[in-house]
């Protein structure tokens, strides 16, 4: 009889133990889990800030936005508007700094608007915002800095959609289309075509891209994590990239709110805070 009583003890005993064992298993899984999600709030809500790198050598001399119309000839297709009118923005970072020769030859010259930005792709996209409704004609044209020549490498001609929106210019996978090496300097031109015959009359922007090696990945970041990785491009002055990954997440997805707040938080932290409060969601890509 006692070695029944005791066997039942045992087993009253052993049970109790798993069930305890059980229980904090299921605890602990349950405080991580709310760890985690803290962490992804955390990360969410972190605002997206770009960090912008030394221009020195790398920008170029450019203008960020275009607008106006230029002459009253009567072939001129653009919009006649006030000259302040904003028609089309690169959506890149602007700042202003001397060159060197200019450095050299007074310290009273006015500062240059340094237009451009970094990459790490050799086939990068472009990005602008068209502030009008017109389906005019447009070219987007890329070209190397050989010197004090420029060795074209890429002219892309396009309608625009005649509706305000976002444009992204992707130079393609082609063999016959040279890929951006790492370290050389490139010019690229975005202009409306508003005279065929007269392309003074034309409104365009224009600026600099440089690719450069990518940055060195810790192992603490998630590359699965697309968030993770444009905060990192971001952070590390890489444009290109930065703009890219966000604007094609957010395009396919314009009613999530985290990314439109991305979107706004990417474009004011380079001064595009009139671009950050559109409410357009449109985006076009010609094809190639």
């Keep these: 009889m006692s070695s029944i009583k005791l066997f039942f003890q045992r087993l009253t005993l052993s049970l109790i133990i798993i069930l305890l064992s ?4 299921n605890y602990s899984k349950s405080v991580q889990a709310q760890l985690d999600g803290q962490r992804n709030i955390t990360a969410k809500t972190e605002q997206l800030i770009f960090v912008q790198p030394e221009l020195t050598n790398r920008g170029a001399p450019g203008r960020r936005t ?19 009118d904003i028609l089309i923005t690169a959506l890149v970072p602007a700042v202003k700094q001397t060159s060197d020769r200019q450095q050299a030859i007074s310290n009273s010259v006015p500062l240059l608007d340094l237009v451009g930005g970094l990459t790490v792709d050799s086939r990068p ?11 005019l004609n447009a070219e987007f044209v890329l070209q190397e800095k050989q010197g004090r020549e420029l060795k074209g490498i890429y002219k892309k001609l396009l ?3 005649g509706k305000k929106s976002f444009l992204s210019i992707t130079i393609p996978s082609d063999p016959q289309i040279q890929p951006l090496e790492i370290g050389k300097d490139y010019r690229w031109i975005f ?18 891209v440089q690719r450069v090696t990518s940055p060195t990945v810790s192992d603490r970041l998630d590359t699965t994590n697309p968030r993770a990785l444009i905060t990192f491009y971001a952070k590390n002055g890489i444009w ?4 890219t990954l966000l604007g094609n997440l957010y395009f396919k997805n314009p009613s999530d709110k985290q990314l439109a707040a991305d979107w706004a938080d990417l474009l004011r932290s380079v001064g595009l805070d009139e ?3 559109e409410s357009v969601v449109e985006r076009y890509s010609p094809k190639n």
């Design 159 to 161: 309608e625009l959609p």
């Design 125 to 135: 996209t472009f990005w602008f915002y068209i502030n009008y409704n017109s389906r």
């Design 66 to 84: 275009g607008g106006g119309r230029r002459g009253d000839n009567q072939a001129n297709q653009c919009p006649s508007l006030n000259e302040n």
């Design 22 to 25: 059980f229980n904090l298993t």
């Design 191 to 208: 202009s409306i075509i508003c005279n065929p015959n007269e392309p003074s009359e034309n409104i365009f922007v224009n600026g600099g």
């Design 275 to 277: 671009i950050a409060k």
């Design 240 to 243: 290109h990239e930065a703009i």
